[in-house]
């Protein structure tokens, strides 16, 4: 059977395993990295150099990383309505995924580490403010964007909504103090009423 190696408690993981329940596959989950380690074996660094997780091990042997790739690829490979139709659609879905991956996820990550992952007394509330600001500017961003447009390539729920709300799922539950933005919350509710988002990222807990 097809694995995909990774905690399911990882972002990155949380994205594979959605679109999978999406596309109604069933894969094995090996759990490695974080409190699980093993990704820093040379047997894992063979099937991924970078020693993150998520990898995709297919039955063949084929192996792929990075996990927003891994979401096309199986969205491209497998039946399901997961890639928007035609090159335009599919390219303001990769715009979104590369722009998770450069600008939201790096803007994020030391307002989650901060407020998840590390002692109140050793928090840098410099450095966790600074985070939220450009998170928040970020999401604004989104809001902006889905004040014309449904999802965040067009008309359907697609591949490129996912990275996007995997984070909007950490930044609303660890950020209450957040401004109103009523576009981003109506996708939101939508993409909440997802039996995938919901079993595979709602179900987990944020740690
Ligand atoms: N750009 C990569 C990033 C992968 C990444 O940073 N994975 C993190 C978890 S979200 C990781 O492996 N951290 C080490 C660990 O879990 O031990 C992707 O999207 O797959």
Redesign the pocket.
Known sequence: MAKIWG?NT???VQKVMWALFELDLHFERVDV??PFGG?REPAYLEMNPNG???TLQEDDGFLL????TIVRYLAETYPGALAPADARGKAVAAQWMDWE?SILSPGFRSYFWGMVRTAPEDRNVEAITASLDTTTKAFEMVDGWLADSPYLAGDAFSYGDIPVAVHARRYRELAPQRPALPNFERWYADIEGRDGFQNRVLDIPIQ
């Open positions: 905690r990882s972002a990155n990295g974080g990704n993150l997780v998520p990383w990075e996990s927003n991956l």
